[in-house]
């Protein structure tokens, strides 16, 4: 070990090996991410869910036939990337989600545009939302359930069926994915 | 690394903090028999709890300048108090979890082989992560000085964050969010399993423990330490 303090006696140094993989580490962590910026991976999960227009959703809900299901997520955000792929990925899930909800995806742009849409934003202080991911159902009587975080496809699955199964007979698919 | 003081540092027990890991084994049999989940997260109280005051205490208890009249260099400390609390909440982490996994086995809900295999590799990330943040605090501040330090820059981070919401600084916002990140590296990465972790991600974990332990060997290096000053 290379000690870049000239008196031998001195308890201070610096070890060159931390320094220069410091050095290294830090400068691959930015060249990787300004490459990453530059050069955006394809979507890693394609989502098979149809999401609706936030007035779209509103017009369908009020029908009072099927709840509103509202994915509160981010582009940063690991978990809801692992729940994209796991559960608005799979294709049976996807379509039971079709089927049963009315499905809203309410991005945060906050940390890449600098603020959300007044839509995502208004969602955001209605439903208290103070992780992503969060899921929120809107049933037809204006009552909702939320979910936050991730944890795993079977319990998003069930925590969904739970909320189904809260609803009238007939009102939404009773189905199972 | 000095294996004496890595030993050293595990004998540094204390009832208060005997009490507070009690604590965190008991609530968080509530909330994995609520929540039917363990997280590799709670390594991070487990490093505060075990770790604070890790260097700040050896300095407002003067035992810096008997140490150091011993042939002994401030990167070889710096190092063995990391690897210590790292150790120390590392193997806490997995009686945590193994603790956590019986009671799922127990419930009825037993979690997959590989999720708790990610688990232990998370766990260590975690520990060793949010140690190397730990031991820089605490070339700071003296005593534990350096919790203190850490739940002001949460409070201040969070602060700063709402007032600068409104404001089209990307920039600083990007800091202010992954302030947590800095302080507890590998934290967010608790549902995810290993392979989904970015090599982004990876370089960034090294990174942010490489410039931890980079900052507190500079800042005991800077230290003048004399028995006149203790």
Redesign the interface.
Known sequence: MR?LNSDPHS?????SW??G??FL??L??VG??IY?NAHPAPAAAQDLVRWQTFSDADNQWKRGTKPILYDFSAAWC??C??MK?DVFGDQKTADWINQSFIPVSALDR???D??NSPEVEALQKQYDIQAFPTLVVKFPNGSFKTQV???SQE?TIQFLQEQLADLKPGSASASTP | MNLTLVWAAFRRTHWIRLALLTIIFITGYFTIAA???VLAGEGAWFVWVLGAGIIGKDVSEGVLSLL?SRP????E?VFSKWMAVGLMASALTWLYLAVGWSILWHLNEPPAWTQMGTSLVLALLICFGTSAALVFLSTLVPGIGDLALMFLILLAGQLLEWWV??????LV??FL?NIVVFLFPGM??????LG??S???W??Y??IV??W??LA??M??RKEITYANS
């Open positions: 000690i308890s201070k140094e610096m070890p931390l320094m993989l410091t580490l830090f691959a962590w990787s991410a990453n690991g978990p990337q692992q792929k906050q940390q890449e600098g603020k975080g991730y944890d319990k | 929540e039917k989940t150091f002994i260099k401030r990167a400390y919401a409104g404001q089209s600084w990307p916002k990007w969010h967010g990465w608790q549902s995810m399993g989904d972790i090599l982004l991600d370089i960034g090294f990174s490489t410039i332990l980079t060997v500079g005991m290096n």
